[in-house]
Nanobody, 115 residues
Framework: QVQLVESGGGLVQAGGSLRLSCAAP????????MGWFRQAPGRQRELVAS???????NYADSVKGRFTISRDNAKNTVSLQMNTLKPEDTAVYYC?????????WGQGTQVTVSS
């Protein structure tokens, strides 16, 4: 079973920063799109940001200019730098790796932004 291991969630005040990281097996990291999704209570899971094996990034409109996704090919990790956090960013954040038709999820990490 493929394991994506996330780290870096926590509690932060509005305006603060957090950095999430996700480690994946090399065989998955080297061939899959990597991304971060989030799910707030009562809401659907939504894409936050993604990055292809070639480094092409995509962001949700709500996080553009505040969040940055990056890949570290030497460490098989994908990171999400989150700046200027807002209370509406509060959610469980999930790492995902996908290459049609397969996909893999991490266990999720809680991010809470207090006002």
């Amino acid at each position: 079973q493929v394991q994506l291991v996330e780290s870096g969630g926590g509690l932060v005040q509005a305006g603060g920063s957090l950095r999430l990281s996700c480690a994946a097996p090399g065989s998955i990291f080297d061939t899959n799109v990597m991304g971060w999704f989030r799910q707030a209570p009562g809401r659907q899971r939504e894409l936050v940001a993604s990055i292809t094996t070639g480094g092409i990034t995509n962001y949700a409109d709500s996080v553009k200019g505040r969040f940055t996704i990056s890949r570290d090919n030497a460490k098989n990790t994908v990171s999400l730098q989150m700046n200027t956090l807002k209370p509406e960013d509060t959610a469980v954040y999930y790492c995902r790796a996908w290459k049609f038709p397969s996909y893999y999820w991490g266990q999720g990490t809680q991010v809470t932004v207090s006002s």
